[in-house]
């Protein structure tokens, strides 16, 4: 079934979703994103020293990961206009967590599958694995290697953006429908026909995302560094500017999670689908 979906309006939706339920939604964001995204910053680098700091730096980083998991859920289901309230939200985003990470573990799993020929390639030609591990890019990948997984790459990478497009309302579906793996195949559905819509704001996303990040902590990490100094691992400077790269992430996640709702509802009311409340 063909169906024509305005990404412009969704946008526009998702905007002025955004604008009208703040009060909502900031508790949510700086309490549930921009804290824990700003301590996964400033204990990182504990974690990369190595040492008996490491297992309990990942623990907690592990464990902040959730939390803005959780938080992503709860904007996503007050974006869904199904129900009212930041407490409504939070309790479905609470109930749909351990059925969204399930989804989600299924998704790696299949990644790392995909992935398995990269390894085996390089072994098959004699290529110490365990070196590779310890030494990184030190080693060298033997050139008829480097062929192969370049062509397996090359192959790879437009297959992953078009699952990754057929997959943009995975989200929604498992807030929203109650759903299991079947989200899966229900997102494959949904989107079946705008792919390349889905593809398009994807990549202008990602440019938009990357650039305004990277300029970010690249303008205010220097500008801080040479403002307050200071050596060693977390540093006044580091902490700052870990905190204003969150807030600017947290704003490109409220608009994700906006916009991929209002998708959701522009999609399911093209098609006619009818859906459980949440």
């Given at each position: ?10 946008w526009d939706?998702?905007t ?21 995204s700003?301590?996964?910053a400033?204990?990182a680098?504990?974690g ?38 930041r407490?409504?939200?939070m309790?479905v985003a609470l ?8 989804v ?8 790392v ?17 365990q ?36 997959l943009?309302?995975l989200?929604p ?16 559905a ?8 889905i593809?398009g704001?994807?990549i202008l996303?990602?440019?938009?995302a990357?650039?305004a ?37 947290t704003?490109?996640?409220?608009l994700?999670?906006a ?20």
């Amino acid at each position: 079934m063909k169906i024509s979906v305005n990404m412009g309006n969704v946008w526009d939706r998702a905007t002025e979703f955004l604008g009208d339920h703040l009060a909502a939604i900031l508790p949510i964001a700086v309490l549930a994103i921009v804290v824990p995204s700003t301590v996964s910053a400033i204990i990182a680098p504990l974690g990369a020293a190595g040492g008996l700091a490491a297992l309990p730096v990942n623990l907690i980083s592990l464990a902040l990961t959730l939390v803005t998991v959780w938080a992503q859920l709860a904007i996503v289901a007050l974006a869904l206009d199904r129900i009212v309230g930041r407490g409504a939200a939070m309790q479905v985003a609470l109930r749909r967590l351990l059925p969204f990470l399930g989804v989600l573990l299924v998704l790696l799993v299949a990644f790392v599958i995909v992935m398995l020929p990269i390894p085996f390639v390089l072994a098959g030609y004699g290529m110490d694995m365990q070196a590779a591990m310890a030494n990184g890019a030190q080693v060298n990948i033997p050139p008829a290697a480097a062929g192969i997984i370049s062509i397996y790459t090359i192959v790879l990478v437009p297959v992953l953006i078009f699952v990754g497009a057929r997959l943009a309302l995975l989200t929604p579906v498992v807030v929203c429908e109650r759903r299991g793996l079947g989200s899966i195949g229900r997102s494959f559905a949904l989107s079946r026909g705008l792919v390349w819509k889905i593809i398009g704001m994807l990549i202008l996303y990602g440019i938009v995302a990357g650039v305004a990040i990277l300029a970010t902590r690249t303008v205010f990490g220097s500008v801080l560094r040479l403002a307050l100094g200071g050596e060693g691992l977390i540093t006044p400077a580091g902490v700052l500017t870990a905190l204003i790269v969150a807030i600017v992430q947290t704003v490109f996640v409220l608009l994700a999670c906006a916009f991929t709702a209002k998708l959701y509802l522009a999609v399911a009311d093209a098609r006619g689908t009818i859906v459980e409340p949440v």
